[in-house]
């Protein structure tokens, strides 16, 4: 049972990022997945939250029409498609699976000049 994360590296203000979360190890379809960060001296914070059935849940202030969610249960994948980046934005971003309290490895994302 794990997940994998992917797809984040350095990018300029105002850029953009896809990140990749695959699953495997147990029925994807059937839960619900979240996406977090943690920026250096800082708490770990949801960025954003997504149902199994594809409704967005929640998701930080910060991130509202700039970040989206979207899932792929035949590929077994979750995406955070992330626009506009600011430097606030970086931090190592992890995938989540609530429920069974399992996370990702985690990805670096740096946004930066």
């Known amino acids: 049972v794990q997940l994998v994360e992917s797809g984040g590296g350095l990018v300029q203000p105002g850029g953009s990022l896809r990140l990749s979360c695959a699953g495997s190890g147990f029925t994807f379809s059937s839960y619900s997945m979240s996406w977090h960060r943690q920026a250096p001296g800082k708490e770990r914070e949801l960025v954003i939250g997504?149902?199994?059935?594809?409704?967005?849940?929640n998701y930080a202030d910060s991130v509202k029409g700039r970040f989206t969610i979207s899932r792929d249960n035949a590929k077994n994948t979750v995406y955070l498609q992330m626009n506009s980046l600011k430097p606030e934005d970086t931090a190592v971003y992890y995938c989540?699976?609530?429920?069974?309290?399992?996370w990702g490895q985690g990805t670096q994302v740096t946004v930066s000049s």
């Open positions: 997504f149902t199994s059935d594809g409704v967005t849940i």
């Open positions: 989540k699976v609530p429920v069974l309290r399992l």
